[in-house]
């Protein structure tokens, strides 16, 4: 079975999730498409490098992440670092000749995406950016739905994207309140994660008009080195600096196909956790999904008899998508591991049948020119066109 | 206890609400602001108006409601008709000097509904228009937290009113699919109620930007004299009309505090049947409300104790708005009969006590601004400041 | 149209829910089995039977129940009084060839049960005892699906019912907490709606094995002649007076068919309302309800296509038992008030036809035979046969 | 960082969940109490035992546990074996001084499970019995809250777990179906999980009284090697082989503290996936659990204010049990396999401190010791005490 050498860059948050993937793909998709090899770990400095490489299990660690992708040895270079970084580790990367998977957004902007794009097609290697949710199996069986017809053609979709991480006026500045580094907040992180979906599933979106807005604009900065995520309230003495990115948007949508909607994304909602969510109404029926109950797809259909129609709460399992490959039982449990143990999957499935995944840096762009068209409209109040 | 002669003007389903609500009124809230007394019911032929007379307990059927509002002993004048008569009959009752509940929305424009609110403020008496979703023991609750500053400043509204009774294309042309008895589709039909409560529960609505489509563009046209309500299917080998009004609207709002929001109203949603919903994030909190379990009301303190914060279910009862007046125990089970009887309470004791209920025809015609702003902005697609 | 006259005894909360049945059935369900008509309210003190005239709508008001049986214009005696007089009450009625509904339960245990049934069927009247929750649409559809066999063969039923209004040890002693009066405590009051959903939906309880537990032995003392249902708490400072029946109740059930199963009844459940419940498994799929969400019934078909299957959220309306005179569409909303407003049309139809209505007082004497074994089983621990 | 060499014995589903836990364990707990090495994995043949090393990362593979036992570099042996072989693994696994993890039920009696227990005692090792739903973070702050007393004295206690993976008659003839390999059927299966809880949240079970039943006699015997766990049916032209455990019981329990409680168990339950559940009532407030939405605990407090009260939707992250592991924001998601880390956490903490888990093999013993009085109730009716 081949091996894929697996240089990760960043050992935050998500680079623990991506290790465990790493990890844990083959024991559940067995044969595996190949055997990801945790290699080498890079982070800011030495210590921060030796920990990620001990904590993540692998087998070395560097703070050099142009050398480390100079190894000949390195298959895959795996991007978990801030948004203002991904272009250039991501371009280094193709030109060397690697696969990448990079986390989202892809980039701060459309055209800063738009480079990536260029050299990842250039290099002719796999790109992926990690937009995990839709690899959720009850949003995979929502696709597969759709696709087959099942619910007809659909007339419109709703996506929320809800947390309350942020609401306190004290949690900390994080990178993600700050332009330069995240290009944008909330439309960036948690939006552009409904915009997967609303493309994943419904087709690609031709204008948005969108309100956006900053409801927060200073927060109390961060003392130390690592990058907090605003859980359990900031420092209220510290000094505080300006927030320059949005902490809510709301845009209405029209997509290419005809089909209408709305997606709506705050980080102040108190009370919504991880509430990411859709609900689409076709001519034959309708499906809603909420990731904070993420084992379960809604599903009605129109031309269910009588008497017993109502939406039917399906708890995906090994009748459903990568259902052979996850628990025996529906509702044991799909966590985030498991979105990303998916996800791992995808990626070296492309690797090893030289088919790009999806959603690939093509993907990966377009949500970028979503993001600014969103923006822009934000802006002027106007319908936008998305490039 | 004084007594209160009703002429109510259409016998249909909301006369049966209407009917009920004045003969269980005074068996709920007691002692009673008065006695409601089913004087005559106006129906549009004598049969049809012998048998509400006999259906709902009235004294008196006639056909000729300008006669009825001639009568000196009438007190209240009760409009349960199609959207294309409210204006007529409202101004004629204002002129002889009746207090006059009307069914919602108040007329088919915001001109239309000026007529009226003109002519019952020359007139001097009582005027409501029945948005009776705002009665629901657990909207008022809402109404009430809010006021009493327990979530803070209020920074978003989102509204949602779905239903599927129209999604068949092969369900039948009624009134409610013709512009020039409607005045409009969705947006007045159900999205007015949804408009109702964000100004109730967050103020007034400054500007709108909406989507407005209409999905089906012909039905059957009905056979029988009598309205259907598109329940069961229409008769798919008559002949096809042509509807004139939306099926679906989506529409962002900026209210004048500096709120945001989003109300999206469609009849073609399949699987949701009265699914009128509202979530309202503030500083220190968050409500959430879908009628379709109405008992309750999502409330969440963002100051709760941090191991056990979260979302609290609460069932409506004695503790809560109109509780003394309903039933003693909550989830014994708020119906659409309750929020009826809890209008005709306030609109009694807005008559014996002289001052205006709350929607009075005031609301009634700034929602019709609002509704006119929403079909206006889908035609331009631009922001429209309401009125 | 044939009109019925009422005699009501007892003008509390039940003595509401009634006379808003009465008034308002003719409304729902037309042509209407009968006009119901009040004729007399009887209460304890004139005071008291003046304003249920007033407030209920009765044309006259008595304090001698006695003479109001002997009248020769009343059809019915609806028997809305504390447990201790139903049988006294009953029996008398049906003496003079009077149709009787009671409230639930028929009496304190099942000899003076069967008393009331004896009466009534040497009569040859109509009766009828107000286990008003099987009225809700949704226990209606189980009852249909279950006897269309959609459900195939039934192997267990699970059956709660929680409330928390007694839950407070300062709450007062109502008479439900004297075996004077009341008979028993949870197994009476609340538990016989289980007992009824069980008997109703899967057929004769052969035997049970039932926990019988009083959680708190004394309450404070009412002051005022009228019953509090424990909401809001007691006078704490009040002497305190001894409860001699249960607070909550926890059986094991075998049917008569063969199935098995639980009931479980508290008031002591904080956080629970009225949380009554039943799930039931058969060997071609399962259905669910909750009357705290009574619009809903969840309906689970085992042959449903396996990547869609899963509990089906039903609301019901006109496609549904009792749909063609409740609301036109689903989740307008059913009510404790629709629940009896369903109980009278079925009392009035069995009254004009001839033919006895389910629950009636055999049902009635059945339940009171589970209870009391329920109460010995709790004595001795055994399994005891219901008579 | 201490290294704690790992033998697994038995590479199926619950392999993989295990292998999963060694890899990410310190991924999520850093610094980890010791790092898992998975040194070897025992199945019963070569070519399994090989698959099951490449799959899940192993080093070594072996088809000799009792050599695997005999290893001096072996820390670990972990036990994820048919419950009939249970005691002899682990038995010599004591023996040879070896830290023991037994997958549950800890053995196929109470007897056998006395023995495994009697020989880990002697050797003074670690032992833990996998019960690893307690782990749900969820269930932990259940157990938090009611430690630290904030929903008073519990009054009773309901669990169920609910399944329907063996509901079709035609599901394969699994070993969890031969009493002589599983010891008994739902009962030790997944009915000891529940019975976890209630020890785990309330406390010792005094007595029992069950009903206990085999709704399918006959199985289709399966043709592979390999187990199947019902899904998708099996072979119904198969030979068809008897069943000689239970499919569902249902049990009352006295608590040894006076608390009072039910449990129910079936696989028959068509709809229910992993339905398993927890509500317990105390005199301060009230919790519910259901980890089919296992990310969350009901919460309900009692003195919360009259007009807000009601069950808080509480979603677990960092301000709760095991959080600071976790993932950074509650509702990204709790899986199967997380309850898995938290579950090797806790052993291999145990072992680095020399202090025994929870639960562990007396935990194991005493819940099959309420299982054996379960099935004795079965047979004879009556209450039975737990030995």
Known sequence: MQKLNVAMIGGGFMGKAHAMAYAAMPMFFWPAPAIPVRKVVVDINQQMAETARDRFGFEEASIDWRAVIARPDIDIIDICTPNNSHAEIAIAAANAGKHVICEKPLARTGAESKTML??????GTIHMVAFNYR????VALAKKLIEEGRIGDILNFRGTYLQDWSADPDSPLSWRFQKSVAGSGTVGDIGTHAVDFARYLVGEIASVNALVKTHIPTRPKQSGGVDKLGVGGGDNNAERGAVDVDDEMLTMVKFANGAIGSIEATRNAYGRNNFLTFEIHGT??????????????QVMFA?????????RTV????????????????ALGIGYGETKIVECYDLCTAIVTGKQPSPNFEDGYRIALIADAILASGETGQWVDVQ
């Open 118 to 123: 260029d050299a990842a097609q250039a290099a």
């Open 135 to 138: 690899r959720t199996p009850a």
């Open 284 to 297: 034959k029926g309708s499906l809603a999904f909420n990731y904070e109950r993420r084992d379960e797809l």
């Open 303 to 311: 031309d269910d008899v009588a008497d017993a129609r109502g939406f």
């Open 315 to 330: 708890y995906t399992g090994p009748a459903h998508p990568y259902g052979g490959g996850l628990w025996p039982i529906p």
